[in-house]
C-alpha cells in the first residue's frame, strides 16, 4: 500500500487507529480454549470486531515467536486474515549485517519464501544503512525505523546529546537521505508528545507510527497537537487498551467499545484539522 492508498482509507474510515494484535495464552477468554488454535481465534475475533475502525494492524511478533512453531504458523494466518485494504506492520524491530538484513527482510515480504508479505516493518536503525538497505530494496514496502520511543530506557541513547543535536534526530535527519516519505516512517512514543512539534521539523511528511496511548498513557490530543500533517501523517497504536479489555466471552464487543472511542475522537481531529 502506497502512501496515497493509506491516506484515503484513513480518511474513508476516518480512523488513523493501528490495532496491536500482541496475544499472549494467559490472556486468552478461557471459552476459546476448545479451538484448535484459541491465539488465531482470538486475533481472527479482534479483527472482525475492529476492522471497520482501524487502517492498520500491528503483530509484534515477538508474541507469536515465543510460542514456536504455532507462534509462527498464527501470525502467518493471522496475516492472511487481515483484509488488503489494510495496512500491516510486522513489528520485528530487525537490523543486522546486509546479508542478514536481506534475509530479515524475505522473511517478512517475500511471500513465495515464507507465506508472509506484510507491508512494512519496524527495523532498528543502530547498524546504519548498510542494514537497512535490505529492507529499502522491497520498493513497494515501508521501513518503520526506531526513532523515539515510548519506554523510560529511551533517554539511555536517544537523547544523548551529539555535536548536531540529540541521537534520535540524527537518526531521523541521517536516514532520511536514504529513502523517501513514500518509503519510510519513524516510530515516535505517544508518551513523547512533548518531541512531536521537534520531529514534524525533521521529518514533516513522514508518516509516524505511534505507540504508547492506551496501557502505556499516551495521550492521542498531544500527539496530534503537532504530529498531524496534511496527509494525517500518523498511525496511532493501541495493543493491551483493545484487545484485554475484557477477558471474558464478551472480549471481542468490548475491544470494539475501545477502538470506537479512540476512532471517534480520531474523527473529530480529523474533521477539525479540515483533513476529511
Ligand atoms: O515499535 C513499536 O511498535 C513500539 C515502539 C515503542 O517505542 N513502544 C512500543 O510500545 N512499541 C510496541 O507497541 C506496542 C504497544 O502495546 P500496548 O502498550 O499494549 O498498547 C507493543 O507491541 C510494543 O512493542
New binding site residues.
Given amino acids: 500500500m502506497n502512501k496515497k492508498q493509506l491516506f484515503e482509507q484513513i480518511k474513508t474510515k476516518k480512523s488513523f487507529l493501528c490495532v496491536?494484535l500482541?496475544p499472549v495464552m494467559e490472556n486468552i477468554p478461557k471459552h476459546l480454549l476448545k479451538y484448535d488454535n484459541p491465539v488465531l481465534e482470538f486475533n481472527k475475533q479482534i479483527i472482525d470486531a475492529t476492522k471497520d475502525l482501524c487502517v492498520a494492524y500491528?503483530?509484534?511478533t515477538?508474541?507469536y515467536e515465543s510460542m514456536g512453531l504455532k507462534g509462527w504458523e498464527t501470525l502467518i494466518r493471522t496475516w492472511e486474515y487481515i483484509d488488503k485494504d489494510i495496512f500491516t506492520?510486522a513489528?520485528a524491530?530487525r537490523g543486522d549485517i546486509g546479508n542478514t538484513s536481506a534475509m530479515y527482510a524475505d522473511a517478512f515480504f517475500n511471500l513465495e519464501k515464507s507465506g508472509m508479505s506484510f507491508d512494512s516493518i519496524?527495523v532498528a536503525p543502530y547498524m546504519g544503512k548498510d542494514s537497512v538497505g535490505p529492507f529499502l530494496n522491497y520498493t513497494d514496502k515501508w521501513v518503520?525505523l526506531?526513532a523515539?520511543?515510548?519506554?523510560a530506557g529511551?533517554s539511555d541513547f536517544q537523547l544523548h546529546h551529539t555535536p548536531e543535536g540529540k541521537l534520535y534526530e540524527e537518526v531521523i535527519r541521517i536516514s532520511s537521505q536514504w529513502a523517501n516519505s513514500e518509503q519510510l516512517m519513524y516510530?515516535?512514543?505517544a508518551?513523547r508528545g512533548a518531541e512531536f512539534e521537534n520531529i514534524r521539523r525533521l521529518a514533516p511528511d513522514n508518516f509516524l507510527?505511534v505507540?504508547?496511548?492506551?496501557?502505556?498513557g499516551g495521550s492521542l490530543a498531544d500527539v496530534c497537537q503537532y504530529g498531524l500533517n496534511s496527509e494525517c501523517g500518523l498511525l496511532v497504536?493501541?495493543?493491551?487498551?483493545?484487545?484485554?479489555a475484557s477477558n471474558g466471552e464478551d472480549f471481542a464487543e468490548r475491544a470494539r467499545e475501545e477502538a470506537l472511542k479512540l476512532q471517534q475522537e480520531m474523527a473529530q481531529i480529523l474533521e477539525s484539522a479540515g483533513l476529511v
Fill in positions: 496491536g500482541d500491528k503483530p509484534n515477538a508474541f506492520i513489528d524491530k519496524t518503520i526506531l523515539l520511543t515510548s519506554n529511551h516510530v515516535v512514543g508518551t507510527l505507540p504508547g496511548v492506551g496501557a502505556q497504536n493501541s495493543a493491551r487498551g483493545i484487545i484485554y
